[in-house]
């Protein structure tokens, strides 16, 4: 596919002007910051609608968030312990694969319930599962020594529960429920509130846990085969994901759950539908305190979660403090940047980048739903990301001199920016690697490693968390060009981004009060770290040119 080639010709006029103190904690950063206006010499078409801007000087409430919380990734088993040298070995990590993982700062684990209980029900396997040989105790230690955070999402059904539909009805994807049984109904999804309960002793945090509901399948598969061995309380997990994307529209009518039918599957799921299904189902009934993600929603649709909201009022009722007796501790949904819109079903043509498009809006008003309750539960994004192939509706496209992959980079990086002056908590991205290497279709480039190696975006991933993982974003100060305020303690780290998507650049002046040069740092494919420079500063001010690739800048020596 020929490339793409959409640079504009920009004029830029810079007018020093100082912003306000904003009568906040962070009023000295405040009086530093000096702004400039940038002008095109042709209108720009990408104009982003005022409800997708983030807020100019906002502090939020609450305690901030570390940058290196948006740099998740979603992952399988395989891409720990399958080893192409040893192919047969599944006890051990596959140490090229975990400097790749190690970029990241949390891994989404797509844990199929038919790997830990596929053949008979009730038999439960976790080093070995008896479904591919996967030991689940290596990869969980192994994330945990690295501080790698794991959101385990216990997906599709086993295949006993398959074997129960008829055969035009048979799919791996339907509501976990064993067949006829009513989708309203918590009692419907016992089988799986009884899996999550085995999970959620093992790994979890809870050595209380009544040790003779705790089962595993201890007979060898062979003649050498280690058997699994029974486990509680490793304090492995502490999130837990109830499927993916049950409000899917696509699909056999067996596949989706409507708002009212999630909420009973996750009241199940979450603590037994409160108890009710005895003293071996549900995560809380294990571990009072592994947290419960809802399932990432591919419809972003917020009525959906208030919907679910409203179940709990009339199933669950209220707590003794006045709360809802909610089933979810995460709210948690799917979102790509592209010129379609999921929450109508308008099908896109093309990525787009993640400043031009609803995302803002959106999370806006998911956090605005949480902050609305009590429990103040945290928001997640767990899925988005860009192919890499042309003939994606989710492609990122070369612009200007920028390759495919560099211009993914730049929008994998800028999502995580984006997504964090709203008050997202984590976001993880699709995926490790491609889920088909060369394919055609939507999410099956999506990948941000390629063989052994990090692809750009997977770079600049690893360049920005060393430079300021734990930095925790403040507040935006600029929003054309976009200039977010981070800190670590004394420490203020700016960063500058054009929110395009055309080549364009500009200039931002900075005031860094009696600082006599600046430390810049610019992302660079191919590197573990990014390029900097140091400049002077013209009493304490200097003018930093942006471009659509982020751009990092602190004060140097006073």
């Not at 209380?208 to 060898?220: A, W, Y």
């Amino acid at each position: 596919m020929p490339m793409i080639f959409r640079l504009k010709n920009i004029l830029t006029i810079s007018a020093i002007v100082f912003l306000c103190n904003c009568n906040n904690e962070n009023s000295e950063a405040d009086s530093i910051a000096v702004k400039s206006i940038t002008a095109a010499d042709t209108p720009d078409t990408n104009k982003i609608n005022l409800i997708n801007q983030p807020p100019l000087n906002y502090v939020r409430p609450g305690a901030p968030v570390p940058l290196k919380n948006m740099f998740g990734i979603n992952a399988y088993e395989w891409n720990f312990e399958e080893n192409p040298g040893s192919p047969n070995d599944r006890k051990h990590i596959y140490e090229d694969n975990m400097v790749l993982i190690k970029t990241f700062s949390a891994v989404r684990h797509y844990l199929n319930w038919n790997r830990m209980e596929g053949g008979n029900k009730g038999d439960y396997s976790f080093n070995p599962a008896l479904s591919g040989g996967w030991d689940y105790d290596v990869i969980y230690e192994r994330c945990k020594k690295d501080g790698i955070l794991v959101l385990a999402d216990l997906k599709n059904i086993p295949q006993w529960m398959i074997n129960t539909y008829p055969a035009s009805s048979k799919d791996n994807d339907n509501a976990p429920v064993i067949y006829g049984k009513s989708l309203e109904d918590p009692a419907s999804y016992i089988d799986q509130a009884k899996m999550a309960f085995q999970f959620a002793a093992r790994y979890g945090y809870n050595k209380n846990v009544d040790k003779s509901q705790v089962k595993v399948v201890t007979k060898k598969r062979w003649n050498d085969d280690i058997p699994n061995q029974p486990n509680i309380g490793m304090g492995l997990i502490k999130y837990i994901e109830c499927g993916n994307e049950r409000d899917r529209w696509w699909g056999g009518d067996e596949t989706h759950q409507n708002a009212e039918q999630y909420a009973a599957n996750m009241s199940a799921f979450y603590d037994g539908n409160i108890g009710k299904l005895g003293p071996d189902a549900g995560v809380k009934t294990a571990d009072p305190n592994m947290q419960v993600v809802m399932g990432g929603l591919a419809s972003a649709d917020i009525k959906y979660v208030q919907r679910m909201i409203d179940w709990c009022k009339i199933h669950r009722g209220y707590k003794k403090d006045g709360s809802i007796n909610l089933c979810f501790d995460v709210i948690n949904y799917h979102l790509y940047s592209n010129n379609g819109d999921v929450r109508t079903h308008k099908r896109a043509t093309t990525g787009i980048a993640p400043e031009l498009s609803n995302n803002g809006s959106i999370a806006n008003d998911f956090v605005k739903l949480a902050n609305s309750l009590p429990q103040h539960p945290e928001v997640w994004l767990t899925e988005t990301g860009y192919d890499i192939n042309q003939e994606s509706y989710q492609k990122a496209e070369s612009i200007g001199i920028k390759t495919v992959l560099q211009d993914q980079a730049d929008w994998i990086l800028r999502t995580s920016l984006l997504y964090i002056r709203y008050g997202i908590k984590r976001v993880f991205f699709y995926q490790l690697f491609d889920d088909h290497a060369g394919g055609t279709s939507q999410y099956a480039t999506s990948g941000l490693n390629e063989g052994i190696k990090r692809r750009p975006a997977a770079d600049y991933i690893l360049q920005t968390t060393k430079l300021m993982g734990d930095y925790n974003y403040i507040k935006t100060i600029s929003r054309d060009p976009l200039v977010d305020q981070y800190t670590l303690g004394k420490k203020t780290m700016f960063v500058l981004t054009i929110p395009d998507e055309t080549g364009r650049k500009g200039t931002y002046i900075l005031d860094l009060g009696k600082a006599k040069t600046a430390n810049i740092y610019h992302p660079k494919a191919g590197a573990d770290v990014m390029d900097k420079t140091q400049v002077s500063t013209i009493n304490g001010k200097v003018k930093i040119e942006v471009t659509e690739t982020p751009v990092f800048v602190e004060a140097g020596m006073k």
